[in-house]
């Protein structure tokens, strides 16, 4: 039986990314991708071990952006763009982390869903 030779893992070299960050209340998850759409990372605090109320926490969120960050200065990432999502205490700490570890950010651009006027309410509670 012939043996199929592996192919390489090429390295991708980007020098701008996007990183859409999604922040709820019990977790907070980023994916970096390039402009056009393409996933390259991925990371969320229980990835990196958090577990339960603590996946929720900006100091969480901040790990989460450090790693990140590390993982993109071998891609060779210099600049930035985010889009933040939802809530969440994480929302500003990624930013700074991303900001701390030398990355330069272009565009910060708030993406949370609004309804304009939304589906039909609850009906009220009768006590």
Do not use: W, Y
């Given at each position: 039986m012939a043996y199929k030779k592996k192919t390489k893992k090429v390295k991708r070299q980007v020098d701008t990314v996007v990183a859409c960050v999604t922040s709820t209340f019990n977790n907070t998850l980023v994916s970096i991708t390039t402009p056009s759409g393409d996933v390259l990372l991925g990371g969320s605090a229980g990835r990196l071990g958090f577990k339960g109320a603590r996946k929720g926490t900006p100091f969480a969120a901040t790990q989460i952006g450090a790693a990140l960050a590390k993982?993109?200065?071998?891609?060779?990432?210099?600049?930035?763009?985010?889009?933040?999502?939802?809530?969440?205490?994480?929302?500003?700490s990624?930013?700074?982390?991303?900001?701390?570890?030398?990355?330069?950010?272009?565009?910060?651009?708030?993406?949370?869903?609004?309804?304009?006027?939304?589906?039909?309410?609850?009906?009220?509670?009768?006590?």
């Open positions: 993982e993109m200065a071998n891609m060779g990432v210099k600049t930035v763009e985010v889009n933040l999502r939802g809530p969440g205490s994480g929302r500003d990624i930013v700074r982390a991303f900001q701390a570890s030398g990355l330069n950010i272009s565009v910060l651009r708030d993406t949370t869903p609004i309804p304009h006027n939304g589906c039909r309410a609850p009906k009220k509670r009768r006590v």
